[in-house]
């Protein structure tokens, strides 16, 4: 693949080569601040990261003008279009729109939402004889992850143990994540039939200084979320996070992140299959910032070649044939 254009959210950046942006040789390719000069360009593909977590519609109107100029996306910043087939967000219509006018493709994946609790987790169904309930859980410290607005006021760190966030209300829980639950169940041929959300705190026992502020000690610095999918009267199908700023501060009882070759992971995912075998799966990165986000990027930038080649819509990551760095 050949990189030909950059754009960058902060205008500090216009104007420099994409490869010393990142500490690397120059390339010959100088970043934009306007989305203009790429859609002209007119790229097989452009990997689109914005924060869609804050603007959403914003996000859609971006990656729509790219497909109605008949560029392919792969993005990790549109959760609801991971599964398309499994939600009814109504910025669908407009993705699926631009797909049909340029001709074009969209991609949208991450980690989670996406390859750990969609691809990885279908996968791992195949396995089994008898599924009664999955868990689909994700683990990572929150405190050292540079985005205050996420980590403060949308999961609620550093704020009374009672407060209401998008996090607590179940929210965010729904609009980002009910897909995620619908797909892995249509792979079982379960249908929700109705939605519950859990959340619980804990305290921090000390004060701590992250890459988001301070923490005060007795304010929230572990956060439980349970996202759940009642199929015929039971509880069948759960995706959970456990989050914390101290991994001291997670309370017994709760579910315990694995092990990275025998040290804490930083970051981690659980499938949990319970029936006939009973089995867990997980994925446990060695760096758990840097790994996480790379996985969160190559999930998109590997699927290219298959975005190109696709007929246009918004493909769906849990219908399609797994791929790798270079296929």
Known sequence: MELVGLCVWNADKAGRDAGELIGREPVGVAASHDLDPLIALRPDAVTYFGNGMRDNVQTTAEIARFLEAGINVVTSSLAS?????????????????????????????????????????????????????????????????????????????????????????????????????????????????????????????????TAIGKIARGTTSAVWFQLIGVVSGAEKMVLEHINWIDAGDIPDGWPMPPQYRGNLAETSYRICVEGQPAYDIELAMADGDMDGLGITAMHCVNAIPMVVAAEPGVIDQCRIVPYGPGV
């Open 81 to 209: 279009a991971i599964h398309p087939h499994s939600t009814g967000d109504g910025n669908l219509a407009t993705l699926r729109a631009a797909c049909e006018k340029g001709g074009a493709t969209l991609l949208a994946s991450g980690v989670d939402p996406g390859f750990a609790t969609g691809m990885l987790s279908v996968a791992a169904y195949s396995a089994a004889h008898r599924i009664d309930r999955v868990r689909l859980q994700e683990f990572a410290n929150y405190g050292n992850y540079p985005d205050e607005a996420t980590g403060r006021h949308i999961w609620g760190f550093g704020l009374p143990l009672n407060a209401e966030t998008l996090v607590s209300s179940g929210v965010m829980l729904r609009s980002t994540w009910s897909g995620t639950v619908e797909a892995n169940a249509h792979a079982l041929g379960w249908t929700i039939e109705d939605w519950k959300t859990t959340c619980v705190t804990a305290p921090a026992r000390q004060d701590y200084d």
